[in-house]
């Protein structure tokens, strides 16, 4: 521990090689905590307050040991930094080259056999012929085949599907292709590194799946580090469920007629076959037409037709596959068709009592799955299984201290367990706003009544400011209340553009006010002036309308718990953290979070909000308020624009 220490001291190694690095109490014992629990074997969660400096915590003294780590992050921003600058700096430190490797979705790799399918079967026209050869001719040249290379191929592009496999479709090792497949070249890098970043997806695919063909990616790893850990419960759930949807099944369809144009002779009965699976997918999305789009429970008798008409469909392409010359695609597409009706005759017989069956529906699919409402028993098992230190750490674990909600969620009741506050001067630098006389949140004028008091705070501050919604109805509503009364710079909303480019014109902006909902609410990093209000319209509670959460309130009830202090209050306590996290996120920020909600005042489980926050002097006169928004204001903001049009 002397020589972490060292490392992390005012006068240490990283403050004499790192230009800007700032000596952090609570980052060096970080470090030691995360050391400790690697030399132990040990699990341990830790709760690191917003600017501790968590990635150097963890990576120091596991880098120090010279063990075999992989770390597993939420978002791929946060992979891409530890990859591409972290990790590069710290190896520039130590004086040797970190063996790092950067293991993604298959789905972000070109696939040989597709794409040469494809080019050969797939009847394209001229330009997506051309698309697909210049393409080929990319990947000749050597290199990851890691498509996000190509500044040409939009991520949503929908030509991505013809050239990159699923877990479903990827024909393994008996694919022709399998020794210089991108996927197998990522993997094999990723079992000689020394350290492997990876999604919290992958990492549980892993965990659940250990998907057929390439072996398991995690063996010999002496610790695992889970960063932004906080995410990793509901992405759980997502691997130790099942689903189906019309889209996965119209994808086995089209693979189908690509596989039976490409083959030697013609196979019209495949062909039948899949156009008639196609129909039947396009037939239950028709009849789902007027239905709310959104999670819905699945009602007894609405889809039952049309599941059994796709388990139908599914035999009759199995059979015809059947009657095909048995070549290796061929094989898998019987594999896949297996599969899927596995997979629906397992929805459709799901015990209640274990967990629920829902739908989704959206504009182009309908999706149907069995969501298992406790999955900590199994996660804990993968985890077991796997061996070595587990480290969790976000800057959002805890509820007043107590890690009890996110433990028994991944099933490590036991686990030792940290807090660790942020080293920023939220007393002096922040307020937090409770605006008085608010109607009730379920009141139809309460956006109206929330905008109006928040609206001269925006003002005085000269914009620089996130307003944040639990629902995108009250988001529309707000958006338009600021088309009728001007804003004082340009308007962002969520919806408008990918959520980086909006991030990156409020940021040049200066002086804007970005409109959003969900994934604004967590990931986001805005340092300096550019972010010096943030607004919450109401307590993140989970809609209680949402299958998910009524299962699981119906589960607890039956378990003699209380769905309210075991489930919903933490889960919207841990959402409010990550919406206030956004505001202060440099040691020289200063800001003033407005949270409109009056039940934090009139309600008991208030003060559990409020003592979980960040400590920082609660401002309840409206005056107050404007003269702590207005000394906010950068000195050469630009003056009052009137009634700006809101970006749409």
Known sequence: MLELAHLFGPTGLLARQLPGFTYREAQARMAEIVADA?????????????????????????????????????????????????????????????????????????????????????????????????????????????????????????????????????????????????????????????????????????????????????????????????????????????????????????????????????????????????????????????????????????????????????????????????????????????????????????????????????????SLHFTPLAVGDALSAAIEAQGGAWIFASATLAVRDDFGHFLRRIGLPDTEAHVLPSPFDYRENARLYLPQGLPPPASDDYVDALMTVVWPLVRAAGGGAFLLFTSYRALGEAERWIERHGAPGPVYVQGSGPRSRLLEQFRAAGDAVLLGTGSFWQGVDVKGPALRLVVIDKLPFAVPSDPLVQARIDAIRRQGGDPFADSQLPEAVLALKQGVGRLIRDFGDRGLVVLGDPRVRTRPYGRVFLESLPSMPIVDDFDDALRFASSLRPAAARPEMGSDPVSA
């Open 38 to 366: 690697v030399e132990r074997g040990a699990h341990v969660a830790i709760e690191a307050g917003t600017g501790i400096g968590k990635t150097f915590a963890y990576l120091v003294p596991v880098l120090h040991s010279g063990r075999r780590v992989i770390i597993s992050t939420g978002t791929r921003t946060l992979q891409d930094q530890l990859f591409s600058r972290d990790l590069p700096r710290l190896g520039r430190v130590f004086g040797r080259p970190v063996d790092v490797a950067l293991l993604k979705g298959r789905n972000n790799y070109l696939c040989w056999h597709r794409l040469e399918i494809a080019r050969n079967g797939g009847r394209l026209d001229a330009a997506a012929l051309g698309m697909l050869e210049s393409i080929r001719a990319w990947a000749m040249g050597g290199g990851s085949g890691d498509l996000t290379e190509l500044e040409d191929l939009p991520e949503q592009d929908p030509s991505r599907a013809w050239i990159t496999s699923t877990v479903e479709s990827c024909l393994g090792s008996r694919c022709d292709h399998f020794e210089r497949c991108f996927v197998v070249e990522a993997r094999r890098r990723a079992l000689a590194a020394d350290v492997v970043i990876v999604n919290h997806h992958l990492l549980l695919a892993d965990l659940a799946l250990k998907e057929a063909g390439f072996g398991e990616l995690l063996p010999g790893a002496d610790a695992v580090i889970v960063d932004e850990a906080h995410l990793l419960p509901d992405i759980a759930q997502q691997f130790f469920g099942v689903s189906a949807s019309s889209r996965e099944l119209e994808a086995l369809a089209r693979d189908a007629i690509v596989e039976a144009r490409a083959a030697a002779a013609p196979l019209p009965a495949v062909e039948a076959a899949a156009d008639a699976l196609t129909k039947a997918a396009a037939d239950a999305r028709a009849a789902g037409f007027g239905e709310p789009l959104g999670r819905q429970r699945w009602s007894p008798g609405g889809l039952d037709p049309h599941v059994e008409r796709w388990r139908e469909r599914l035999a009759d392409l199995d059979a015809a596959l059947a009657d095909a010359p048995a070549t290796t695609a061929l094989m898998r597409l019987r594999e896949r068709c297996d599969d899927a009706a596995a997979r629906l005759a397992r929805i459709a017989g799901a015990d209640g009592a274990e967990g629920l069956r829902w739908i989704e529906r959206t504009q182009r699919s309908i």
